[in-house]
């Protein structure tokens, strides 16, 4: 890289309260980690923690008045309050500093950890994360003089978990799918953080045999993480598009990622040298697939109606985040354990025990609708409805379409009749009135499939072949 790359501080003139706090946070939580396998380094984390939380409580400011060049992008809108008490929060989970549990009881009410009612958690806005983290310390017996306060925080905490399930007094808004979404530009943040503190608050109640109790009704444990688990299950795939959204996952994902690196051609291919400027001229307007597959990241995801447009100057849907990221790691680690029980309310940290998997009831097997292949018609078509849901008393199907190349042959020019389709179709490309393959493939390998979904609110629409090449 030719450009500049300015470095930026945080002093006693120029205080950035938010900012110090959310890495003390970040270094107390990073410090348990590590207290087994490196205990010297760990050591270390939180002594830095104290250090970084002592100077954002003595010198206040929100980071951005000070380093204003953030402002255009990553603004302190929430201000810096609820990243003190996070740091304090983690430095009375990492340290049992009867100083930060102090803190978190006397400052509660006027930082708003108490008066908050949140509906989001994200790198800007960190109270559900606070009142999260509280609440498992009034459950651990741990609030002392301060258990008024404390019950304060977990009445919010629970408020934030009842919107997620829909049964709070303001629910988060859902897509018709099912995700959750709070806007447009890169809506998928909002989504993995939020199952994430579901999927801990989950084990929390678990672990202390209690339930989450919503406006009309008690909700269970399990009820959390099933949600948790439909968040990531969409984003892997199961939704009304059937793309994934992390790229490389799956058949049908993002292919055109906001992402320089990604979408210029490796060094190790053309070592020329790339310019700034002719990055954007050459590279970024391109249409074609990403030389460099991102894989694993995680992209902004689809607007309110499920729609998505994979294309690389669509930043606000296609851009990738380590905030998108770095929460569903969490929630996939605790869904890979299993149904076995995880107690988070114990004073130290201890092996988890051998997950119980129960036998899941078996799922009524879904109707196909085959062409069989012959050696006229090398070529199946199988359909199934994979999910149907009502919107404005109607109701809506999802059916997901598998072709198949049957021969022993590479399969060309595939050309495709649709009829009686009345709805939204992904997964091929239109060309008059028949469809071919999609943009990214030009051609099908013996044996291979290609899925396309459409919804409408109908039986299955007629798909036929209606000429190929084999080659």
Known sequence: MTTNRHAYKIDPSNPGSDL???TAAAM?????VFRRSNPAYSTELLRHAHQLFEFADKYRGKYDSSITVAQKYYRSISGYNDELLWAAAWL???SNNEYYLNYLGKNGDSMGGTGWAMTEFGWDVKYAGVQTLVAKFLMQGKAGLHAPVFERYHQKAEYFMCSLIGKGGRNIQKTPGGLIFRQRWNNMQFVTSASFLATVYSDYLASSRGSLKCAAVNVAPSELLSFAKSQVDYILGDNPRATSYMVGYGNNFPRQVHHRASSIISFKVDPKFVACRQGYATWYSRKASDPNVLTGAIVGGPDAYDNFADERDNYEQTEPATYNNAPLLGILARLGGGH??????LPVVVPAPNPVV???KPAPKPKFTPTPATSSNPITIEQKMTTSWNAKGKTYYRY?????????KTLKDLKLSISKLYG???GLSK???SYGFPTWLNSLPAGKSIEFVYIHSTSPADVSVSSYNLA
């Open 20 to 22: 110090a706090g959310e």
């Open 340 to 345: 076995g029980g995880y107690n988070q309310l």
């Open 400 to 408: 997901s379409t598998i072709v198949t190349n049957k021969s022993y």
């Open 424 to 426: 939204p179709l992904w």
């Open 431 to 433: 060309s008059g009135n």
């Open 28 to 32: 107390a939580a990073a410090s348990i």
């Open 92 to 94: 009375y989970q990492a």
């Open 358 to 360: 129960a036998k899941p």
